[in-house]
């Protein structure tokens, strides 16, 4: 009898032990589906300031987190070496991402150097690419911006003003556009246009001394920019030359807020980047859902003023992280 017992006893043991062991096999093989299962989303931007890329990070991870992705933003060491930002994207390809979020440094190049690779992985694009054709490109309408800033410029200043135009960064299709729409508001109903850009024995100096130097060889009323990267090194050049300027800019930064508020800027327009990095990445992780739901959707961007930045609209848009 008491060998039958202990005999019952083993065979029980030996049970519980397989269905332990099963059950660790199950749970193990469920964890590493779900590893699999999560893809990694890399969004790669130019520059090296990360903090100029917060809100359209925090867009992008509120989709990442609610679709259980992860997100990798990786920055630049420079703003505009083609080189870097291609052996960024061939890293993260070769880590494994399964979808790219690109603020390219230069448009066609990245797009082009992008296409060659013929990825099997979706590719958005933010800020305008306008050779993205079957590409996503999440972007503002960036003509517009301009052609408004230039109507807003016609509006508030005198038919015979001096306007100096920073042409910088225009290898962005976003820059560029800008730039285009500007002027051709402008165009017939300002006194002079001055125009700053750099020649070959300008190509290597740093934005704000390159800037620095145009402001002390000729005098002008207004000083238009068209990106962040210029328009923090103007507000630097004008700081460290103890000036002060009339600054139009299209930028999001928290100094040209800053500035906003000093008035050193006159007009800001601030582009909607929290909603460029959400649609990025809902297009790549959920692509059918996007294109139905925001595929028609415009990124919204706002004239501010000092008068009008505590309005609610705007201070939606330039605090989006304040309670």
Same mark, same amino acid.
């Given at each position: ?18 269905? &332990? ?35 359209? *990070? ?43 979020? =690109? ?48 109507? $807003? ?14 042409? $910088? ?28 850009? *750099? ?26 920019? &068209? ?22 800019? =299209? ?13 050193? =800027?006159?007009?800001? $327009?601030?582009?909607? $980047? ?46 989006? &992280?304040?309670?």
């Amino acid at each position: 009898m008491k060998r039958l017992y202990e005999s019952k006893s083993l065979i029980v043991m030996i049970i519980l032990l397989v269905v &332990f062991l099963l059950m660790t096999v199950y749970l193990t093989d469920t964890d590493t589906k779900k590893e699999k299962e999560s893809k990694h989303v890399s969004m790669i931007v130019y520059g090296d300031d990360a903090e100029r890329w917060e809100n359209m *990070r925090e867009g992008a991870l509120l989709v990442c987190e609610e679709k259980g992705a992860d997100l990798n933003m990786l920055t630049m060491l420079s703003e505009n070496d083609t080189a870097e930002q291609e052996e960024i994207i061939d890293r993260e390809i070769s880590g494994g991402a399964d979808a790219l979020i =690109i603020a390219p440094c230069n448009s066609s190049k990245i797009k082009e150097y992008v296409s060659g690779k013929r990825l099997r992985i979706p590719v958005v694009y933010v800020e305008t690419v306008e050779s993205a054709f079957a590409d996503i490109n999440i972007a503002t309408d960036d003509y517009e911006m301009g052609y408004k800033l230039g109507e $807003e410029i016609v509006q508030n200043e005198s038919d015979i003003v001096t306007i100096a135009i920073i042409s $910088e960064n225009t290898e962005r299709d976003c820059v560029a556009l800008r730039e285009k729409g500007l002027r051709d508001a402008i165009e017939g109903k300002v006194g002079k246009v001055i125009n700053w850009s *750099r020649d070959e024995y300008k190509a290597n100096v740093n934005t704000r001394m390159f800037i620095q130097k145009e402001i002390v060889s000729e005098a002008t009323d207004v000083i238009v920019a &068209f990106d962040n990267t210029t328009t923090d090194a103007l507000l630097d050049a004008l700081e460290n030359l103890n000036q002060t300027g009339k600054i139009y800019s =299209i930028s999001t930064s928290n100094k040209a807020v800053y500035n906003l508020y000093n008035q050193q =800027i006159k007009s800001l $327009e601030y582009p909607d $980047e929290f909603s460029m990095g959400y649609l990025a990445a809902m297009h790549v992780l959920d692509s059918t859902y996007a294109k139905g739901k925001y595929g028609h959707r415009k990124i919204e961007y706002r004239m501010v003023r000092k008068e009008n930045m505590y309005d609610e609209e705007n201070q939606t848009l330039l605090f989006p &992280f304040v309670n």
